[in-house]
C-alpha cells in the first residue's frame, strides 16, 4: 500500500514538472502559501523540482523583475498561459 | 525554577509630575527590598516625582512557579489578585469569594501566594480588598501592578546600566537563542485623587474651573493645563498658545511621563496594560504598527488599540523601533480620546540613531542617560560635532517653539550643515532623515486644503456654524457654493504607491467662542497619519518632542511623503496640533490603501476617481467591490435650526461631553422620526419618513462589499452593528470568529468584507441607546434590478433591467412581511425546522433577594412559560434560544404588551437618560432581531427599516421569523427592534446560540432534554459533554427597591455613600448578569467591611448565576451585551482563560474579554476546562473589570468549581 502511494505521489511530482518543462518561455501565475504569495512572470527553467521564474509582478514592487526559484510543493495555484487560451491580466501600477 | 517575591501595599503620597501635582492618600505595591528607600526619597521629595513610586513591575519565565509574600501596610483588608496565570483559589485569589477561604489579609498581616506561570505574556495584579470606586478604594488609586512573564530560559537586565534587575518597568529581555528585545510596561489609570502644589484640586487656566480628572501613564501625567500656565505667564514661548506645544520638548523639555528609549530596529514590546477603573483608551503609537494579536500572523494589523479597565495587550512594532523605513526622533504614544490626551496621558517613544554612553546632552542641558545598545544588534555609531545624532543636530532653541522642518515648508528654509551631515542623499520635501519610499515606487500626490464653513447635519437644521474640514483644492469651488455636499476626506491609492500630499491651511486664525467653546487661537493646522511609513521628523503632522513642528501657518503649504508599503485599511489622518479644540467640527479624514492595481470609479457615473466615501473598485484577480467608508464622530458641537446649542456643557471650554453626534456630518435622530401614529416601531422606515439623511451605502444583490469604519472624534466608545451581514474579524485569516458588531474609539479603522446575499435594506447603527437615539444609523441598499445611477460591478454580470417602479416615501406604515415567503439566502428546500413560540409581555423582575426589582420589565419566553412567569412561579431570565448548524429556525413572535404598564404615560423617558429627550411615547409593537444569523433582511431582520415591510408586531399579532443556522456561531445577541428607546432597558434581549450540528440540550441537574435556559449541558455523539453557560450582561436598567423607590445608580450604588457624583448619561442604570444584580450597598448596609462583600458564608450565594461544574469538565462560556449603555465593560473570569478567538487555535490567551458594548458576542472556551489547567476547585469570580462603577452596582457572580460530588449536579461523563 506504501509502495503504491509513493508511486502516486512521485507520478503526481513528475507531472507537474513535466508541465512545467513544457511551459518554459510561457507566462505564469503561480499562489503561494509563503512570502510573497504571488508571482507572475515567465518560467525559465526546471532544474529537478524546482522552477525558475522571471518575476515581473509579485505582492511587493521591491521584489519584482528578478529569477525567483520555487519549490513545486510550495506552489498551491498556477496557471501557464498558452495561446489561445485566456490571457493572464496585465498587472500595472497606475493603470 | 521558584521564583519568591515580597510585596508590601504601602500608603504613600504619589508625586506625578515635576509641577508637583501629587496623589496625597497614594497606595501603591512596592517590593519590601525597595519600600524604605521608596519612603525615604518620598519624604524629601515632596513635590518631585520618585522613580520607585511606580505601579511594581516583577517578572519571571513560563514554567516558573512564583511565590509572593504579601504584607499588607495599608489600613484596610487588601490583597493581591492575578490575572492570567494558574493558582488554587482556595489559597491565592487575593479575594473573599464565595465559599473559599478569604485570601485578602487584614491591617499589618501576611499571607503567601503560589502562582504557576503556565503562559508568556502581562499578569495583571490588583486588590480585590476594597473595590470602592471612591477616593477611598484601592485600585482606583494607584495599587496595581504586573508580573510579566518571559520565555522560558529568558534573563533580564536595565536598559541604563546593563546589570540585572529585580523589578522596574523597563528592561532588556534576553534569550540564549531568540533576538534581545526592550520591554516597556505602560500602565494607563484613570480617575485617580490629585492635588496640586498648594493642596487643592488643579485648575484649568482657560476655563478657571476645575481641570479634567487624572488620565496618566504609569502613575505620571503631563497635563497642558500646566505647560499652558507656563506660556501664560511669560516663562516660555509667548507666542503660542498651548495645545500646539503641549507636547514640544523644546519649549518646555521632557515630560514626566514615560520615554521609553531605544535604537534604530531594536526589537521591542510594549505591554499595555489598563489598571484604570472607568474609561475605555484608546492607545494610539505614532510611526508603528503591529498585529492586533501577536500570536496569529494573520491577525488584523493596527496601530491603535481600544482598552478597557483592567485589560492587556502586548504591542509589538512591526520591525521594532522606528518601523520598516527605521525612522529616528521622538514618536508620540498617547490615549487618543482628546480630553484625555490633554489631561496627560501620553508619553514618547525616542528613537536614538547614535550611541547614549551618558555623557551626552539633550539640548535644554538635560543629561541623556546612557542606554546599552541590544547585545545581539550592532553598536550604532558614537556621536561626533558633524553628526551627533538625534536630537542634536536640529537647530531649535529652548524656550520657543520647535523648528519648522527643512525643504517641507513651501517657500521654506533649505537644510543646515549639521541637518545636511543627518540627512538622506536624495533629501526631499517630507523626507529629509529617513527615505520612506523604496525603489522608485509609483507616485500619486494631492493638494488639500483645511477650511472652515457651516456644516448642516439634517433637514431639522441642526448644524455647526464652525464645521472645520479637508477639502481637495480641485473641490474648493463647490464645496464652498454647495454645489458639492461636504464629506469627510477619503482618497483612495492602490498599495505600493509613494503619496505626497501638500497641505494648505486656509484655517481662520481663531476659533471663536461660544455656548461651546472659548476663543482659541488655532493658528496651526497639520495631517497627521496613521499606519503609512514616513519621516517622523518632518512628516509626523504634529510637534512632538525634539522633532520639528510639522504644521502649516495660516496661508502656508506644507509637503509630506508617505509610503503605502502594503495594502492596509483606511488609514486614519487628522489635525495634531489643535486637535483638542477643532478636530470634533470635522477636521479628519482617511485614505485607502487597496489592492496593488486596483482601479477606482465614482459608483454613479463610471468615471475614473481617486476620491470619495463610496467607489467601486475594480481589480485584475480579485473580485470587484464596492468600497463604503463610514466615520463615526461625538462631541460635535451644533446648532439648531433656531440657533440654540444642542447640549452645550456647563460652561464653554468644558470637556464635560458636550454636544451630540454624526456619522459623516450627518445625524437623523429618532425624535424626528415619530410619525402621525407615533409609533417608534416606524422610526427607521423610508415609507413612512423618507430615507435618513445619514449614508446609505449602495450594492447590487450579491455584490462583494468593503465598509471602512473608522471614528474622527472626540472621546467616546461606540458600537458599530450592521443588522443581516457579517464579516472575519481577523479578515485575512481563514479561521477567524465571524463578528457583526464593532466597538470602535477614536483613530481606530476596520475593514469588514462581505457579500450582500440578498437584495433589501439592512440597517447598520451605532447601536448603544443614545447614539441611535442621535441618529447614528443609516442603510446599506442593495438592489435586485439595475438603477440609473448605480454601476454594475465591473467583474459581475449585467443585472436585469427594472421591471417595477422603486419604493418612495408615502408617509404609512408598510405591510407586515411575509417570512415564509422566501428562504434565507443560504437555506435550502428541505432543511429540517426547530420551531419556537415566544411571546413577549410585561412582568416585574426580581434583581435581587433585597428586594431591588424592576416593576415594569418586559421580556421574551416561550409560550410554555407565560404562565409560570405571571404568576410569579418563575422569575424570568434573558430568553436563550438554540439551534443547530443546518437547522432552519422558525420563531413565531407574539406581543402581548399593553399601553397601561409602561412607567411613563407622558411618553418621555427619564430614566435612565439621553441627551435631548423628547417625547417619544412606547411602541406597543415588539420584534426579535439576531446577529449573525442567515436570513432574508427584508422578512425576518426584526425591523422596519428602509423601503422593508414591517417585520414588528402589535398586540395579539403574531409573525414568524425565519433564520437558517448557517454556521457554529455559538453566542448570537438577541433583541427588540420596534423601539429601542423604550423597551430594551426593561429587558427586551436574549441570546440565540448556534451549535454544532447534531447537539443536543440538556438540564444540567436533571440531564432531561430542554429547549431553553442559560445553563445547560449539551451532548453530542462525537464531541464531549459540555457545559455550557450564557452569561448577558447588561446595563442600563431601571430598578426599584423594596420600597418601590427609583433607584439612580451609579449614585445610589457607591460605596461609601456621595453626595455628589460626576456622571455621564451613558453611565445612569443600573446593571448585572442575565436579569440579576447583586449590588454590594446591599451587603455594605448589612456588613460595613469592603473586603467581605464577595463572600458568600457572610451573605449567602449573589442572585446572579451560580453556574457549577466538577473540576476538569468542559465548559463555555457564551457571552454577550445585547443591551444597551456606551460606557464599555470588561468581562474577567478570575482563574480561567481562553482563546481571544474560539475558532483559532493560533489565537492568543487571555482571561479577559475587553470593552463589551451593545451587539457584542463571545464564545470562551475555558482552557483545562473546570478549574483550569490544574483543576483546582473552588469558587471563581465572574465579574465586569470596570472598578467605577460595575462591581459595586451588581455586575459580579461565581463560577463555583466543586471538589465532590454533589447530589443535586449529576457529573458529565467522560
Redesign the interface.
Known sequence: MAHRSNNVNAAHDNALIDHFFLGIGHKVLVLSPSYPFVFIGEILGVADDIVEIFVETTHFPQLENRSWFIHIDNIEVFYIEREGAPKIPKLNDMC | MLRKYHIVAIPIRIVVNTFGDHNPNGRIYVLKENEQKAKDLVKKNPFTPVDLIEPLTIRANEGDTVEILFENQLNFAAGMHFQEIDYNVLTSDGADAGFNPDTTVNPGEKIVYTLYATREGTCFFTDLGNVSSTEEGSSVQGLFGALLVQKRGSSWTDPITGRPLNSGLYADIHHPFLPSFREYAWFFNDEMEIKDLTGNNPLNPMTNQEAESFHGVNLRYEPATNRKRLIDEGVVCPDCDGEEVHHDSWVFGDPATPILRGYKGDPAIIRLIHAGVKETHVFHYHVHTWLSDPSNTQSEIVDAQSISPQSHYDVQPLYGLGSLQGAIGDAIIHCHLYPHFAAGMWGINRVFDTLQDGSQCYPNGEPIAALQPLPDRPEPPRPTLERPGFPNFIPGKVGLKAPRPPLGIVGGRDMTEMERNAAIPNARPGAVFVDPC??D??V?EFNVSAIEMPLVYNKQGWHDPKGRLYVFDEELDDVLSGKKEPEPLVFHV?A??CIRLNLTNRLPHVLDGDAFQLVTRAYEVGFHIHFVKFDVLVTDGANVGWNYDTSALPGETIQYEWYA??ELKAFFLHDHLFANAHQQHGVFGAGVIQP??S?FFDSRTGEEVDHGTQVTVSH??IPDYRDLTLYVHDFALLFNKDGCPIQPPEYPGSDDDPGVFGVNYKCEPLQFRLGKDCDPAYSFSSYVHGDPVTPILRAYEGDSIRIRLLQGAHEESHSFNVHGLKWSQERKDLNSDTKAQQHIGISESFTFEMEVPYSGDYLWAFETEEDVWLGTWGLIRAYDELVDDLIVLPDRACLPPRSKPLPTKTGKPPIRANPQASLPPYAFPGTPVRKYDVVAFQTPIIYNSYGDHDPFGIVFALAEDVEDILSGKKNPEPLVLRGNVGDLVEVSLTSMLKKELFPYPDGIHPYPPVKEQAFYPPSLRISLHTNLLDYDVKTSSGETAGYNLDQTVGPGEVITYRWYVDQQYGTCAMWDMADLRNHRSFGTFGAFIAESRFTSYHDPYSLQPVKTGTNVVLKHPTLPDTREFVMIMHDGVRLEDKNGQLIIDPKDGVIPEVEELEVDTYDYGSRGFNYRTERLINRYRELPEMSKLFSSELFGDPATPIFEAYPGEPVTIRLTNPAERRRAHTFHLHGHAWKFDSKDLDSMVQSFVGHLVAGQTENLRLLGGAGSTYHFPGDYLYRSGNVRWDIELGMWGIFRVHDKLKPHLPRLED
Request: charged content about 20%; overall charge negative; cysteine-free.
Open positions: 523604496m525603489e515606487p509609483a500619486v492602490p505600493a504607491t508599503d502594503t496593488r492595481f482601479q485584475p484577480l
